[in-house]
Structure formats: C-alpha cells, structure tokens
C-alpha cells in the first residue's frame, strides 16, 4: 500500500486549467482516469487525510504509485480526451459501463449492390444502417416477416444468394412474394436499392407518409375493378400497421429522443435506456457497473452519454437526451453532444407530461435489472470466491490467486509446435491479455523443454519491464508480433504483471521444468501447479504425490476451465499455422513476386508441379513475368525440394500430389483425424 504524500506533486506544479489526469500503479499500469475543469482543485482533494476521503477513492490513491496530467484548452476538449484514454487503458478503478448482453440490431447493408437485411450484434460497420437495438433476436425477425410482404428486400446470405445467381433459381421467399429475387435478375440493383431505402424509411419512423400513399393506391385499383391488386394492397397495409402496434406511441409529437434512467447503491448501478424515434420506442438497452469511486448521478450520466454517443455521429445523436440528473457542469456535455450530432442537442430532466411518465417507466427498469444483477452476481462472486479460496487452501498459498496464468504446448506430430499463455483475474476470463508463441529454440516434440521455453520468455520481459531497463523486448526470444513495450505510457502491456499462480496443462515434468524456469530468473514469489488430464490431478513442484481435488470442488472446476481454455487457445493458433503452412508454395520465396502474378502462373500452367517442368521461356509467356523474374521463378522452383506424396493411412492408398490440388489433410473423418494433435 503506497503512500499518497511519497508522490504528491510540489505545490505550484500543478497548473490551474482544464485538463485530465491519470493515476498510475507500480508497475505504471493507469488505474484511474479524470477530467478537471481545474486540475490544481481536482487533484488536491485527492491527497488530503485518508480518513476524509471515501472508502473507494482511499483505495485508489492507496494502490497509485504516481499522478500525472495532460493540459487542454477546454472542457469539451477535456471531455474527449477522458473517453478517449478510458476506452484505451481500461482503468480498473474508473465507472466502466458492461452489457450484461449483445444487444441485436436490425442491420440494412446499404454498402453491398443487394442490401441485405439481417440481425447484427457487435461493432457498428461503416455502410451499414442500424434499427434497434432490440432485447431480443425474435423481436427483429418478427418485424423483418411482416414487412418483407410489403418491402420485399434480400434477406439472404452471401452464399445462398451466389447459389440462386448460379443455378438461376430463387430461395422459398422468392417463390412466396417475400423477396425481390434479386439474384436471378426478376428487380435491377436499382429498384431493389430503392426497396432497400424504402424499408429504413419506414424504420425510421416515416410511417404516416407511406401508408397514405398506399390507401390512396388501394383505393385507385379498386376504383379501376383491379380487386386482385386493391386486395394485396389491403393486406400490405393490414401488416404494417401490425408492425407498427409492436411499438406502441409513447409520445404523441413524433419526438426523436433517448431517455436515460439511474438507478444506484452504495455499490453499483444500473443504467436504462430507451430509444424513441417517431414517438415509438424503436429500441431499448441496459448497463450495469460498479461504483468504484464516490460518483453522483450526474456522474454516472455524464459517463453513459460518453459511452452511448462516443462512436456515434449525425442522427445517431438524438435531437433531445432526457435524463434524471444533469451532469456538472453541463455546458460542455451538451456542446460535445452537439458536435456529434451537427446540430442542436436538447440535454435536460423532463418536468412534466409525457415525458416525464416515460421517465418513470425507464426508471422502474433500470430498478428491476439492477436487483436481477444483484441475484445473479451474488451467486456468481460466492462461488468464484470459494473457487479461489479452495485453490489457495489446497496449493498452501498465503491468499487467493487473483490472477492466474495457465499455459499449454501443441503440436502435429512433433511439427508447428506452438503454445498459450490464458489469463484469468478474480476466476474471470481476461482475454486481451491472452499471449501465443512460437518454439524456436529447438526442433520437434518435446513438450518438457517447451515449457521451460515458454515460461523462460514470458517472466524474462516481466523482469526486464519490472527493472525498468528501457527497451525491454529480447528480440531473440520474442515470437513473431511480440513488440513488447513500445514506450512506458500505460496501456495494457504483454507480460507486464505478474501472476500469483501459473498452471501447466501438464504433469510433474511440465511443472518441474515451470519451476525450473522461474528459479533460474530469481523468480520466487510466484506458486506453480500443473493440471494432469487422465485423472485431473494437481501436482506441485517437488512432491512425489499429486493433491487431489475433490470432484465436486469449485476450485478444481476452475482450474479445469483455465486448462480447457489454454488448449483451446493452443489449438486454435497450432491449427492456423498448419493450414498456412500446407497453403505455402515454393513461388513464396521469390523476391517481388506478389499475389497477383502468382496466381496468373497457376491458372496459366495448372499447378506448381507443372511450373517445375516449364522452360524459361514458357515462363516469359505468362502477362507481367519478364525473363528476370521467370529466371528467379525458376532457381526458386530447382532449389525447393517436391513434397511426398500423400499417403491414405486406412487404406494404404497414395494420394495425388498436392501439387496437383490434392485435398487437405486436414480433412477427412474424425477417425482419420484423431489423435493427430496433442
């Protein structure tokens, strides 16, 4: 536990003007990031008697090891800057909003010559326009259905689509009047586009204009004895305007808004909102955090306006925010909100009316998910808490493991011998800290001196960054993509914190040659254990006999999941590197030879085997192969040695050549696959 005098800055350092700030940890990790309208008031309050201060920020300057700050001209640009560094150092002790969901989107891709519309979760795609979101996937197809009667636009994959363009035959819908049929020619990219912008304008709220324009369609065919079409026309609108009744009218102006409602304890809090377009409640969501920080409610407002609006832009922005509590001060939240949108942004608490009724429905929301929060995380923290705490017991550690590194090593047979490094902090996955490497210090199957490798490299950049010895990344030792630390600016960081305790995917040789490692680097505050598979035992290095875990214990549930997560991870990177590795060709080796040209001498002569056997000149034949690089193609071509033919070990069978196209073998039955990687 640090002490906030050992780095408090000298009076007068600190400049009087807005700006944001960061709290760092020892191991100059950022903890914690602010915004000040006057960074010399704001960081004062920080470094007055500990007893004064709340419980959470007593914690926060307690674990800091230093303070520093950023200048700005503004508060708008202070604002910015704070979500910025928020979003790219994810600081444990700031309020971080999480979605207890991915929340689905009605998605039009407006950016493909069909738009296609479907159900998105996950980042926004530039080109894409978004309804929603939507509490559930069921909801956006219900509506999808009955509107695609009356806007019949392409709801199908890439792959179907290319599949009824080839075969020139449409899907079900395309045969039942739901779909356009694009793909085989029935609508031009043009019409279709303009059902395409049809459909979003009725999402987005352009309802009244549509259906008038149909009523005054149905009454003309029927007027013209055209009852076949005045019939179609009749149901058309029977259907969207039971795709309207899903959403209700909530305020009767048409109002464009978004409403925002807190509901909070001491220690979290939950965040609702509703989205209204049209004066209909097109899509709604909720956040749940916890308050590690004595935050008010215009606080916490001011934090979910940064994460709901921070990616947004144009009429993603509503023209009107109604939220319980105004942020303070208020003036650059609104003028931030207004640049976003382009124009004018209403942020206020609604007084009376509507409005204010719609509030209180958003408020019992947000109620009802914090207390459905509180009755799923209380079972989920008891039990990773007795997870750890029997971890602990069991392995004789002074406290629970908070933060727990598991490695594995794979291979095919001795060949692409690769391994994982996992993370799991407070029993939860952390998967940016997630780590691969390549083996290179020795060549085929040895999982024993794997290890040793691997836990050698990895605790080797933990010293050098803890030694503070500048440019820390042994450049010998360092798998390809591992660039280690750049500059000492506290973002997440490859190998940066240390574990309390490592787990191997292993039995005693992997945990011994772990321990070895570790000893060789000084290193001896941390504990090691391996997770044997065949009888999931727990061994410790230097014992003879394994601790053995009752079946039914939480923690040795937990160890089980870090395993299976670190082999699922070494896998996963062992498998990629195998495909890459069959789908090399020698033409890899020839110096400004790029894609392009490679495949121009594949499709002109067949394969690689029948390349071999060309002449220069045949080479020179091929469009942008002059006779220099045809000579380097083939010295390439002599110099790589022809790769034996494949062999069907069922059958005894010898495959065709995979020069020739030969399939993958990787493929084949699981029987023929089994047992093939370790």
């Not at 009744?245 to 220690?267: F, G, M, P, S």
């Not at 590690?292 to 934090?303: D, K, S």
Request: glycine share 6%.
């Amino acid at each position: 536990m640090a002490d906030p005098s050992s780095y408090r800055p000298r009076p007068g350092q600190i400049p009087d003007s807005p700006g944001v700030y960061r709290f760092r940890d020892e191991h100059r990790r950022v903890i914690y990031v602010g915004k000040a309208k006057s960074l010399r008031q704001r960081l004062a309050n920080y470094f007055q008697d500990l007893a004064g201060l709340h419980p959470r920020t007593r914690s926060m300057v307690t674990t800091a090891a230093s303070v520093e700050w950023t200048v700005v001209s503004t508060e708008v640009e202070a604002l910015q800057l704070e979500y910025s560094w928020i979003k790219e150092y994810d600081p444990r002790f700031n309020v971080k909003y999480r979605d207890d969901k991915s929340y689905p989107y009605l998605a039009v891709t407006m950016n493909e010559e069909f738009p296609r519309v479907q159900v998105m979760r996950g980042h926004k795609k530039k080109g894409v326009r978004y309804f929603g979101p939507y509490a559930h996937a069921w909801a956006i197809r219900d509506t999808v259905d009955l509107l695609l009667r009356v806007f019949p636009v392409r709801t199908c994959s890439a792959g179907v689509f290319k599949n009824a363009a080839r075969t020139d035959r449409p899907c079900l819908l395309g045969y039942i009047g739901k779909c356009s049929a694009p793909c085989v020619g029935r609508v031009s990219p043009e019409e279709h586009r303009e059902l395409a912008d049809e459909f979003c304008d009725f999402m987005a709220g352009r309802t009244g204009t549509y259906l008038r324009r149909l009523e005054k369609q149905m009454m003309r065919a029927a007027d013209e004895m055209e009852y076949e079409r005045a019939a179609r026309l009749r149901d058309d609108i029977e259907a969207l305007k039971k795709a309207m009744e899903k959403n209700a009218v909530v305020l009767a102006d048409a109002t464009d808004a978004d409403l925002i409602a807190v509901a909070e304890d001491e220690l979290e809090a939950a965040v609702q909102i509703f989205h209204v377009r049209g004066g209909r409640v097109r899509g709604q969501r909720g956040w749940v955090t916890d308050k590690v920080e004595e935050i008010t409610t215009g606080a916490l407002v001011e934090h979910a306006l940064q994460q709901l609006y921070g990616e947004e832009s144009g009429d993603a922005v509503p023209k009107e925010v109604l939220v319980p509590a105004l942020p303070d001060p208020v003036e650059p939240v609104q003028q931030w909100l207004t640049e976003r949108r382009g124009s004018n942004v209403s942020l206020r608490i609604p007084q009376r009316g509507d409005k204010k009724a719609l509030m209180e429905t958003v408020a019992r929301n947000a109620l009802q998910a914090l207390a459905l929060h509180k009755t799923k995380r209380a079972s989920d923290l008891t039990t990773r808490s007795r997870a750890l705490e029997e971890i602990a017991d069991a392995l004789g550690l002074d406290s629970a493991p908070l933060r727990i590194e598991c490695y594995d090593i794979s291979h095919l047979q001795g060949d692409d011998v690769v391994a994982s490094m996992v993370v799991f902090e407070d029993g939860l996955q952390r998967k940016s800290e997630y780590r691969r490497f390549q083996i290179r210090g020795f060549a085929g199957q040895d999982d024993v001196r794997s290890m040793h490798e691997v836990i050698s490299r990895r605790f080797k950049r933990y010293i050098a960054e803890k030694e503070k010895t500048g440019e820390w990344v042994d450049e010998e030792s360092a798998a390809p993509g591992e660039n280690g630390l750049k500059d000492d600016d506290g973002r997440p960081k490859k190998f940066a914190y240390p574990p309390q305790l490592v787990v191997v995917d292993g039995g005693q040789p992997q945990v011994a040659a772990a321990k070895r490692a570790l000893d060789e680097l000084g290193i001896d505050d941390i504990a090691v254990c391996g997770l044997a598979k065949r009888l999931e035992e727990v061994w410790l290095p230097g014992e003879d006999d394994p601790v053995v875990l009752p079946r039914t214990s939480e923690g040795l549930y937990l160890l089980q999941r870090v395993r299976d997560e670190a082999h699922r991870f070494a896998i996963t990177y062992q498998r990629a590197k195998r495909a890459k590795r069959f789908r090399s060709s020698p033409l890899d080796d020839v110096p400004g030879l790029g894609e392009t040209r490679k495949q121009a001498l594949i499709k002109h002569f067949g394969s690689v085997k029948k390349l071999r056997s060309a002449t220069i000149d045949q080479i020179c034949e091929v469009p942008g192969i002059g006779r220099k690089t045809a000579e380097s193609i083939a010295a390439a071509l002599a110099r790589a040695v022809p790769p034996a033919p494949a062999v069907n070990t069922a059958t005894g069978e010898i495959m065709k050549d995979m020069e020739d196209g030969a399939p993958d073998p990787t493929e084949g039955t699981p029987d023929e696959r089994r047992g093939q990687e370790t």
